[in-house]
């Protein structure tokens, strides 16, 4: 009787957690999304990494997209280790797109290193052409640890 009760409660909450991550997804359905990233017309997006390999260096990242004026965006990103390693790294990539467009295309990028650190941060302010969607990635790296991160679009008028 104890067991079927635990297999009935397993079962309820299952259920449940599909229906409320199957109602996240609707909402999502009509914002339109390229290749991960929504493109929104929000002041600022950051993206927290996701974790690429394992390992005990790396602890995480985080990319960031601000809009400051028109035709102006702050861009970059932080990769933070676990404790002072060898090298520490991070790749910003600035990428742009319509909202008809399928695919993200390239704008900007540069990477910075830190020796016998535990952090590396790097940023910069660009000015950009408006009436498209901005977004950041970063490659994140502690030693041979990696990750990466992403933010969403931003509109930029």
């Given at each position: 009787?104890?067991?079927?009760?635990?297999?009935?409660?397993?079962a309820?909450?299952?259920?449940?957690?599909?229906?409320?991550?199957?109602?996240?997804?609707?909402?999502?359905?009509?914002?339109?999304?390229?290749?991960?990233?929504?493109?929104?017309?929000?002041?600022?997006?950051i993206?927290?990494?996701?974790k690429i390999?394992?390992?005990?260096?790396l602890m995480?990242?985080?990319?960031?997209?601000?809009k400051?004026?028109?035709?102006?965006?702050?861009?970059?990103?932080?990769?933070?280790?676990?404790h002072?390693?060898?090298?520490?790294?991070?790749?910003v990539?600035?990428?742009?797109?319509?909202?008809?467009?399928?695919?993200?295309?390239y704008?900007d990028?540069?990477?910075?290193?830190?020796?016998?650190?535990?952090?590396?941060?790097?940023?910069?302010?660009l000015?950009v052409?408006?009436?498209y969607?901005?977004r950041?990635r970063?490659?994140?790296?502690a030693?041979?640890?990696?990750s990466?991160?992403?933010?969403?679009?931003i509109?930029?008028?």
């Open positions: 009787m104890k067991r079927r009760l635990v297999s009935m409660c397993l309820v909450m299952l259920v449940g957690g599909l229906s409320l991550s199957s109602m996240q997804e609707v909402r999502a359905a009509g914002k339109k999304v390229i290749d991960g990233s929504e493109l929104t017309h929000d002041e600022e997006s993206g927290y990494d996701t390999t394992r390992g005990e260096d995480t990242g985080y990319s960031k997209c601000t400051l004026a028109k035709g102006k965006i702050y861009v970059g990103g932080t990769t933070i280790a676990r002072v390693v060898d090298s520490v790294q991070i790749g990539l600035v990428e742009r797109a319509k909202e008809e467009d399928t695919e993200w295309s704008y990028g540069w990477q910075k290193e830190n020796l016998n650190m535990n952090r590396v941060t790097s940023n910069r302010t000015y052409e408006g009436d969607y901005y950041v970063c490659t994140h790296a030693n041979s640890d990696v990466s991160s992403f933010t969403d679009g509109y930029i008028d």
